[in-house]
C-alpha cells in the first residue's frame, strides 16, 4: 500500500505520540520534502523536531516531478506537494485534515483521510482506546468539532457493543 502524509496529521500524531500507528496500519508512509521541512520549520514543537532529527526507517522522502495545475495554487506547498507526490505515486491514500486540500484532492480522484481516519482506523483494530487518544489530540491545538467527537466516539461504542463477549451476549 502506498501512503503519502501532508504536515497536518504527522504532526498531530508525533505531538500524541500515536505516529507508530502509521506503520502498523499502513507499513510506509512517503512525505514530500517540503512536508519534512514544515515539520522542522520555525515555530514547530519541541517533539516533533527530535522527531524530525532521527525520522523513522518506514518514512520515505521524496521529491515530486509534477508540476501543480492552477487549482491547487490556492493550497499551502505541504499540501499541495502531497497531491502532487500522492498522484505521482498513484498513491492508495493520501493523508490530509485541511478542508480545502481534501476537497482538491478528492476532485483528483486520490482517496483521502485524515487524523480522525486514522485514529478511527487504529480502534477498529483494537490498537488504541478512542476516547483517550481523542481526549490527548485535544490538549493540543487541533481543531474537533464537538459533533465529530460525539459521532466517532458514538460509533466506536457502538462496534464495542456488537463485538463477540460483549455484554448481554
Not at 505515486?89 to 484532492?105: G, K, V
Not at 467527537?149 to 463477540?164: F, G, N, Q, T, Y
Request: negative net charge; aromatic residues 6%.
Amino acid at each position: 500500500m502506498i501512503v503519502v502524509s501532508d504536515t497536518s496529521p504527522l504532526n498531530y500524531l508525533i505531538l500524541i505520540r500515536k505516529e507508530t500507528l502509521l506503520r502498523k496500519l499502513f507499513g510506509r508512509i512517503l512525505i514530500p520534502n517540503v512536508v519534512f521541512e514544515e515539520l522542522r520549520g520555525d515555530g514547530a514543537p519541541q517533539f516533533v523536531l527530535e522527531w524530525t532529527r532521527s525520522i523513522p526507517d518506514w518514512v520515505e522522502i521524496k521529491e515530486t516531478h509534477l508540476v501543480a495545475p492552477p487549482s491547487l495554487d490556492i493550497l499551502d506547498p505541504g499540501e499541495r506537494e502531497a497531491i502532487l507526490l500522492a498522484q505521482e505515486f498513484s498513491a492508495d491514500l493520501l493523508l490530509l485534515d485541511d478542508r480545502q486540500a481534501r476537497l482538491a484532492a478528492a476532485d483528483l480522484g486520490i482517496a483521502i483521510t485524515g487524523t480522525l481516519g486514522i485514529l478511527d482506523r487504529a480502534a477498529k483494530l483494537g490498537l488504541i482506546d478512542l476516547r483517550s487518544v481523542i481526549s490527548e489530540l485535544q490538549k493540543t491545538n487541533f481543531y474537533i468539532a464537538k459533533e465529530m467527537i460525539e459521532k466517532l466516539l458514538e460509533d466506536e461504542l457502538s462496534r464495542v457493543a456488537e463485538s463477540p463477549g460483549a455484554e448481554g451476549e
